[in-house]
């Protein structure tokens, strides 16, 4: 998005992301596809001085990635070492899409259920994966989001058994926004809540309450009381064992480097997967060895590359703000309209002003 407002100094239409992004992948889909996943992306539409829309990032994630990058300068510079956690599944389906065929020779089965499949998750920082701390296990079912294969009870479990018993002293710990990284500690009633919830939190926070109080006023005392800022229970484990916790941006899962280790374990894995049948034993097996493929030398070079996205945000977010707000006048958002409307007007002769 920044190379058609940087770089090319041209209003990036649905029309022209669509042409750069079948250059650059296999973008089978039209249109429609590509606005949902950009809306999916956290960008919205914005009305320029010229009253044609343009793509811009929605603010509160610039500003969230903003100040994930100020804490991440600061940690940096105390020298203070970073450890990146993730989850990922792996099935006996993951194959490669294309292969080499001929005479006599099939190549890759393609097309088959996923009736296996595990979860994996792991820590690691620029020195490798976290000694001992690697969880592999069999999921519940094989279909759907795997992270619904995840709760907070085990993932807690993990972070205690597993985690804070080999992490050095006075780490930063980095996660994503995931529902079971997240589980609120003393967390507030909101005001669906039953009332008895309402009074139960109250009492157990030392505020005075009572059945005979309508669930108005129960509400006003819970809004008095709770924390300005919410607390993670996930936070408070780690941190009253000297750990800093960090959480991604939303949207900016390329700034965690574990992602590429698992870019290259499935690899690993659909690599040696030819019929696409293969059985646990095998699978958890091909998991394991694909673990030994990842080395100290990658993961040093995953998280130099994610130093570098990082600088390179910070850049064009400011390079971004300055220029959003030369062309922005009308700041309130035009979601009610139809996107397409930026097409219909998109003529030769208004890309040839451009």
Not at 336 to 351: G, H, M, P
């Amino acid at each position: 998005m920044e190379d058609f407002y940087i770089n090319q100094k041209i209003v990036p239409t649905l029309r022209k992301l669509l042409n750069a992004v079948k250059q650059k992948i296999h973008f089978p889909w039209q249109k429609d596809v590509l606005h949902k996943t950009l809306r999916e992306m956290g960008f919205t539409w914005k009305r320029s001085v010229s009253k044609r829309k343009i793509l811009i990032e929605r603010t509160d994630i610039i500003d969230w990635r903003c100040k994930y990058l100020i804490q991440v300068r600061k940690l940096r510079e105390l020298g203070r070492k970073f450890f990146y956690i993730d989850e990922t599944w792996v099935d006996n389906n993951i194959t490669y899409r294309k292969c080499w065929q001929g005479p006599g020779v099939e190549g890759i089965m393609d097309n088959v259920s996923g009736s296996n499949r595990i979860i994996v998750v792991n820590i690691g920082s620029k020195d490798g994966f976290l000694p001992n701390a690697q969880l592999v296990y069999k999921a519940g079912c094989a279909t759907g989001d795997y992270h619904g294969q995840m709760n907070y009870k085990n993932f807690s479990n993990w972070i205690s058994n597993k985690v804070i018993p080999n992490l050095p002293p006075n780490c930063v710990i980095v996660m994503d926004n995931a529902s079971y990284h997240n589980k609120e500690h003393n967390k507030a009633p909101t005001r669906s809540s039953n009332k008895s919830e309402m009074i139960e939190w109250l009492l157990q926070n030392k505020v005075e309450a009572e059945l005979t109080m309508r669930k108005t006023k129960l509400f006003d005392l819970i809004k008095q009381h709770k924390p300005e800022d919410k607390v993670f229970e996930i936070n408070k484990i780690l941190e009253a064992h000297g750990h800093t916790v960090l959480r991604l941006p939303p949207y900016n899962c390329d700034l965690n480097p574990i992602e590429m280790a698992w870019a290259k374990l499935k690899n690993f894995v659909r690599g040696r997967n030819i019929l696409g049948d293969i059985c646990m034993t095998k699978l958890l097996q091909l998991v394991k060895e694909g673990f030994e493929t990842i080395s100290q030398d990658d993961w040093s070079a995953y998280c130099l590359h994610v130093e570098k996205l990082e600088r390179e945000y910070w850049v064009k977010d400011g390079v971004m703000e300055d220029i959003i707000d030369a062309i922005v006048i009308n700041l309130e958002s035009d979601d009610d309209e139809d996107e397409d409307d930026d097409d219909s007007n998109d003529s030769d002769n208004v890309d040839d002003d451009l």
